[in-house]
């Protein structure tokens, strides 16, 4: 089955970076746009960035953009998030998402996710 692992994730202070990796297995990335997502306590999943399938345009949450950057690299089968000047509210799970259908930016379209990796930013 098609597995997506993230990594990445840690304790950062508020300002500073981190840099989320998304590594597929048993897919073919250049089929699918990919996406992340992210959950923190007691809140709904909630889209963050999406990028499509050649990598040609990318989609961001107003929450995130001008701050976060995401990109993938399809021989390695491997997408990015770039995180900068964060944020305590960014503190949450964040999950890669994969769909064949293209970008969605809607949780429930989602064909495959990660297990996510937790982004904690202290004030």
């Known amino acids: 089955q098609v597995q997506l692992v993230e990594s990445g994730g840690g304790l950062v202070q508020a300002g500073g970076s981190l840099r989320l990796s998304c590594a597929a297995s048993r897919l073919t990335t250049s089929n699918y746009a990919m996406e992340w997502f992210r959950q923190a306590p007691e809140k709904e999943r909630e889209f963050v960035a999406a990028?499509?399938?050649?990598?040609?345009?990318?989609s961001y949450a107003d929450s995130v953009k001008g701050r976060f950057i995401i990109s993938r690299d399809n021989a390695k089968n491997t997408v990015y998030l770039q995180m900068n000047s964060l944020k305590p509210e960014d503190t949450a799970v964040y999950y890669c998402?994969?769909?064949?259908?293209?970008?969605?930016?809607?949780?429930?379209?989602?064909?495959?996710w990660g297990k996510g990796t937790l982004v904690t930013v202290s004030s």
């Open positions: 998402a994969a769909n064949r259908a293209g970008v969605r930016t809607i949780t429930g379209a989602m064909d495959y």
């Open positions: 990028i499509t399938r050649s990598g040609g345009s990318t």
